[in-house]
T-cell receptor, first 110, second 112 residues
Framework: DAGITQSPRHKVTETGTPVTLRCHQT?????MYWYRQDPGHGLRLIHY???????DKGEVSDGYSVSRSKTEDFLLTLESATSSQTSVYFC?????????FGSGTRLTVV | GENVEQHPSTLSVQEGDSAVIKCTYS??????FPWYKQELGKGPQLIID?????GEKKDQRIAVTLNKTAKHFSLHITETQPEDSAVYFC???????????FGAGTQVVVTP
């Protein structure tokens, strides 16, 4: 998927535990995004980054934090996972208008 | 903020027939409207897009139309094939960089 790697691809975790998802790109794109996908909601933006250490909130940011210490890596952290955060998480990268998506991480919180 | 509505949520068509998916948006400042196709187990992939200064765009069997006055845009797939079966998402962009607002998606099933 166009130089985007998401890890892990699948994860099951317990309620209350911290979880970190990783997005790695080899395209040197400036912008990176985290979306979540849920039935009936399409894709909703969680957080985005417009450069190293420059991040901002999307429409569903509660319960999530992000970090971008290098151009190529964008980390999404669930500080204390809840069942409502069970979802498929997609990372995307772009230089302008057309984000390119990774293959996703399926997260289950039990 | 922008709100995008997409219809229908599911669409079943016979192979060879046409499929149409419709989306409406709320923010008149939106100026870019991409369509994504998502196959099972994969991330969404851009299949076609249209900018607000264009009314129609075609790429082989797929076409997109935009009506800015009515704030709606549509995806048309002609001569559907089984490989067109997937979930399709419309989206709208207001900002100059990549913060797309997505519709809820349409599951398209093409039956032989």
């Amino acid at each position: 998927d166009a130089g985007i790697t998401q890890s892990p691809r699948h994860k099951v975790t317990e309620t209350g535990t911290p979880v970190t998802l990783r997005c790695h790109q080899t395209e040197n794109h400036r912008y990176m995004y985290w979306y979540r996908q849920d039935p009936g909601h399409g894709l909703r933006l969680i957080h985005y980054s417009y450069g190293v250490k420059d991040t901002d909130k999307g429409e569903v940011s509660d319960g999530y934090s992000v970090s971008r210490s290098k151009t190529e890596d964008f980390l999404l952290t669930l500080e204390s996972a809840t069942s409502s955060q069970t979802s498929v998480y997609f990372c995307a990268i772009s230089e302008s208008r057309d984000p390119v998506f990774g293959s996703g991480t399926r997260l289950t919180v039990v | 903020g922008e709100n995008v509505e997409q219809h229908p949520s599911t669409l079943s068509v016979q192979e060879g027939d046409s499929a149409v998916i419709k989306c409406t948006y709320s923010d008149s400042a939106s100026n870019y409207f991409p369509w994504y196709k998502q196959e099972l187990g994969k991330g969404p992939q851009l299949i076609i897009d249209i900018r607000s200064n264009v009314g129609e765009k075609k790429d082989q069997r797929i076409a997109v139309t935009l009506n800015k006055t009515a704030k709606h845009f549509s995806l048309h797939i002609t001569e559907t094939q089984p490989e067109d079966s997937a979930v399709y998402f419309c989206a709208a962009l207001t900002d100059s960089w990549g913060k797309l607002q997505f519709g809820a998606g349409t599951q398209v099933v093409v039956t032989p």
